[in-house]
Each structure stands twice: as C-alpha cells, then as structure tokens.
C-alpha cells in the first residue's frame, strides 16, 4: 500500500499545475497540527508579520504584546521615540513580562521585580548583589527586529529577512502615492475566529464571494464580469475595484491633489505575505493581521481609519462611524463564510474544487505557502 503523502507533499501537488487547472488547497494543509509547525517555522518566525500601525503608540512607552511563532515580543515606543521590539520574557527565571497594551515608565517583572529599561536593558534586580556570576550590565533583553514601513510596524525574528520597504517595493510602486504612512488609525480590535488563518486569508484576497455572501450589505453593487485580478509579486498579490460616488470615502477628498483619474475612486485590496491584508481607498483603509492559533482557530488584529486630508474635514466622523458600521457588518459575513469553509474542510465527503478565474490570488497564495513549506 502505498504511504499517504505529507500535507507538505500533497500542496507541492496541488500546485504543480497551470492556474487554467486550479483547484482549491488539499484539506490536510488547513486541519493538520504538523503542517502548522510547519508554517510557524518556516513562514511566521521567517517572514515580516504586521504589529498594527505606529500612530497606535504615540507616546514614549506605549507598549503591546504579540506572540509570533510562540516567541512572546513587546514593541514599543522608547524615550527617543523610536519604535523597537524585545523579547517578552525576563533574563531571571524566564517569566513573561507585559500583557496587552499599554504604557509604562519601565518593565517590571510579574514575579520577583526585576526592572528593565524601554531599550531592554536591566536596570535593577532586588538581592542579587551576593551571585558573583550576577553583571546587570550584561542583561537585555533580546532584540527583535522592528521597522516602520509606510506606517505599518513590521517585525521578524529573522535577522536576514529583506527590510520590508525592499521586499514589498512593488507595493510602493503601485500605492505609494497614496501615501498610507499618513493614514490615522481610529479604531482597532481584536478577536478569535473558528478558522484556519489560511481560509481568511484566502476570503480577504478574493471579490468572487462579494454577491453571495456579502448579498446583505455590499453585494448589490459588485459586478463579476469588470473584475480583474492581475498577476502579484512574491512577496504579494492585489486586486482592485473602481468605486462609484456611493459613499464619500471611497472617493479621494478633494484637497487630495496628488491622486489623479481612476486613482481618485479606486480601492486597492493588497494581501503582503503570509498575514497583512490591507483595504486602502483614497479616503480610508482598513486591515487584518492573522496570527495561526491552531489550525481550527485565527486571532485577528483588526484596524482602520481615515485619510488625512478627512481627518481634518468637519464632516468625515459621521461618514466614517457609518462606515465603521458597515464594515462591521462585513465582517461578521465574512466571519460566517469562513468559519462555514473550515466546518466544511473537516468533513469527510469534502473535497477541494476548481477555482474561478477571479481567485488567481488564492493560486498564487498557495503557491508562496508552498515556497515555504518543504515537501
Ligand atoms: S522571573 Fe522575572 S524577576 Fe524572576
Ligand atoms: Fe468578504
């Protein structure tokens, strides 16, 4: 009998085929336990994961916690104003430090108080005086690498990983005119879906379900057949859509001189590799930020807000909180969507199918993952 093949193996397969033959992922790579490892350690703890934005932490201090690959991390602001990143856990007996957000003068640890400074190195250690091995000047903790890329903070703890602005310049290239580095945050949650962070990512990257499973919100507006999906980069896929004057936002202010033409109405859907995936109009943006939590379950850092030139206008904050509303709403589709794809993976009669023309991203998507993945 022949040995089943690896869920690594089985996407190599999947994805050895021209995009005209397509079909959807294998399901071991959505449910299997192995296969995440996989991912943690050659995608999460190698690739740029997305923090949130920078004017999130405005002041000296502003700290918060994310867990990349099962690494704990704080990125902060520190005195300087400088936004970096450490590891979470104390030089002591390996407590982890901070929780959430929030600001602080210092970190204290939860469990016998020794004190760091916000660049990591240790400022003071009660009773220690008497360990001869003990050098307070010898302890920080570990640095993470952390850049600020078009706003967004982008940390890794791969110390060769290309800084972002190198490896996605090809975002730049297509956007940067809509200069997202000047875009305000407004809002930002977070939440735990039943689902693989693959199936939300894939959903994000796609307009194909825009009719049905957005049909109670912004479905009715969307037509199949103008969609287009060009080719990405390595680092990223996008689409867009031309936006009509339906709501003010999506159209750029008219203090907004730089954008000209259909770059004035256009929204641009951008998925950056493995867990960014940014909505950007002329007049707002919003994001999500996956990290895995099992195969069955994705945390999201969900975000978004104004551009410039409507933060300033009188009249924005009721567009946007009517915005924000329907935004929610979306979500919560989407939330429906993909937390029924993933029931459905774990069925025994399923099975992958084709893929539509409009869903070359997800093609693509699979491909970079496969990149990744030894066979
Ligand atoms: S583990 Fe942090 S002070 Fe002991
Ligand atoms: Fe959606």
């Not at 950056?272 to 994705?298: A, C, N, Q, R």
């Not at 459905?344 to 399923?350: E, F, P």
Request: charged share 20%.
């Amino acid at each position: 009998m022949n040995k089943p093949l690896s869920p690594a193996a089985e996407l190599h397969e999947n994805v050895s085929v021209p995009f005209e033959k397509a079909r959807a992922m294998p399901k071991s790579v959505y449910t299997s336990a192995e296969f995440l490892a996989e991912e943690q350690r050659h995608i999460f703890a190698q690739e740029w994961l997305c923090a949130g934005r920078a004017e999130a932490l405005p002041e000296p201090g502003d700290y918060l916690t994310m867990t990349i690959a099962g690494e704990p991390v704080i990125v902060l602001r520190d005195r300087e104003g400088t936004i970096r990143a450490m590891s979470n856990v104390c030089r002591h007996r390996m407590s982890t430090l901070l929780e959430g957000r929030g600001n602080v003068s210092r970190i204290t640890c939860p469990y016998h108080a020794w004190v760091y400074n916000l660049d990591g190195s240790l400022r003071g250690a009660p009773a220690m005086t008497l360990n001869e091995g003990f050098c307070k000047s010898d302890i920080a903790l570990p640095k993470v690498r952390c850049e600020v890329w078009l706003g967004w903070i982008m940390v890794t703890l791969n110390p060769d990983a290309p800084a972002p602005s190198e490896r996605l310049a090809g975002v730049e290239t297509l956007v940067g005119k809509y200069h997202m580095e000047n875009y305000h945050e407004d809002f930002r949650e977070s939440f735990r879906w039943a689902t693989n962070w693959k199936v939300l990512a894939e959903n994000f990257m796609e307009s194909y379900h825009l009719p049905m499973c957005h049909n109670g919100t912004i479905g009715g507006h969307v037509d199949l057949l103008k969609m287009t999906c060009p080719e990405g980069e390595p680092a990223f896929n996008y689409h867009f859509i031309l936006k009509n004057d339906a709501l003010d936002l999506t159209l750029a202010h008219p203090t907004n001189t730089t954008l000209e033409g259909d770059e004035r109405r256009t929204t641009w859907l951008l998925s950056i590799y493995p867990s960014l995936l940014i909505t950007l109009s002329p007049g707002y943006f919003w994001y999500l930020s996956l990290t895995p939590d099992g195969p069955g379950h994705v945390n999201v850092l969900y975000g978004g807000g104004l551009a410039p030139e409507f933060v300033t206008d009188p009249k924005s904050r009721e567009n946007f909180d009517r915005l924000k509303t329907l935004l929610d709403e979306v979500n919560m589709e989407d939330k429906g969507c993909t937390e029924r794809v993933y029931e459905g993976i774990l069925a025994g009669l399923s099975e992958p199918g084709p893929l539509s023309h409009l869903e070359r991203p997800n093609f693509e998507f699979a491909r970079y993952i496969a990149s990744r993945i030894p066979a």
